[in-house]
């Protein structure tokens, strides 16, 4: 079973539209979570760190289910400028090494 | 303040040769880590260093790669008798110090070397 698991997608989605990705890791002892965003051919940059009490940054919520074992990320009112791939990263121990997954591909269409 | 810097963008090279990847950290940073993109792939980790030291060499594939990160200078990945199952991303990031990668201490990547094996 892979560390961290994501639907690849992609998702076609209209500008305004809200959307919903989700990721499951596999290590129960994960200690930290987070979402990157990856243009094509560009490094990976972080978008969000994902905290057990959930976290919101303007248009992006990040939850974070540990007995689930899964995390999601919920962008509103979607621009042009998200269309990109979503990963969900996950640090588990001893910590030196991040896990990330393959990622989610967004486009967002006018 | 520069970010992560990695050299060259890309690298071409034929089957047989080497190649050296460059990464100067952060300023202040003194643990780099190395990561591998595959096409249609993830990204991988493959090392981690800090300065003359190899911290976690896990992800390293068994033979012809190698890493240091020297006193003075880059961090040098070093792929020997390239193969074309070697292309790839290569990204580097680093850290300021020995945290566990953390929410205090999130990692943050050079913009990568695009090695093609022909």
């Known amino acids: 079973r892979k560390e961290v698991e994501q639907d690849p997608g992609p998702f076609n989605v209209p500008e305004g539209a809200t959307v919903a990705f989700n990721c499951t890791y596999s290590n129960s002892a994960s200690q930290s979570f987070f979402w990157y965003r990856q243009d094509c051919r560009k490094e990976p940059k972080l978008l969000m760190s994902v905290y057990s009490s959930g976290n919101e940054d303007g248009r992006f919520t990040a939850q974070l289910n540990r007995a689930s074992q899964y995390i999601s990320l919920l962008i509103r009112d979607s621009k042009l400028s998200d269309s990109a791939t979503y990963l969900c990263v996950v640090n588990s121990p001893p910590g030196y090494a991040l896990n990330f997954g393959k990622g989610t591909s967004l486009l967002v269409t006018p | 303040n520069a970010g992560v810097m990695q050299n060259p963008r890309h690298l071409v090279r034929r089957r047989g040769q080497e190649a050296r990847l460059r990464c100067s950290p952060m300023?202040?940073?003194?643990?780099v880590y190395w990561y591998r993109q595959l096409p249609e792939e993830g990204l991988k980790f493959m090392v981690y260093l800090q300065k003359e030291n190899i911290i976690d060499e896990s992800g390293m594939p068994k033979e012809r790669f190698s890493a240091e990160f020297p006193k003075e200078g880059p961090s040098i990945l070093r792929i020997q008798q390239v193969v074309r199952g070697d292309s790839a991303a290569y990204f580097c990031?680093?850290?300021?110090?020995?945290?566990?990668?953390?929410?205090?201490?999130?990692?943050?990547f050079g913009n990568g070397t695009r090695l093609t094996v022909t």
């Open positions: 990031a680093s850290s300021p110090g020995r945290s566990a990668v953390s929410y205090n201490s999130p990692l943050h």
């Open positions: 300023k202040g940073h003194s643990h």
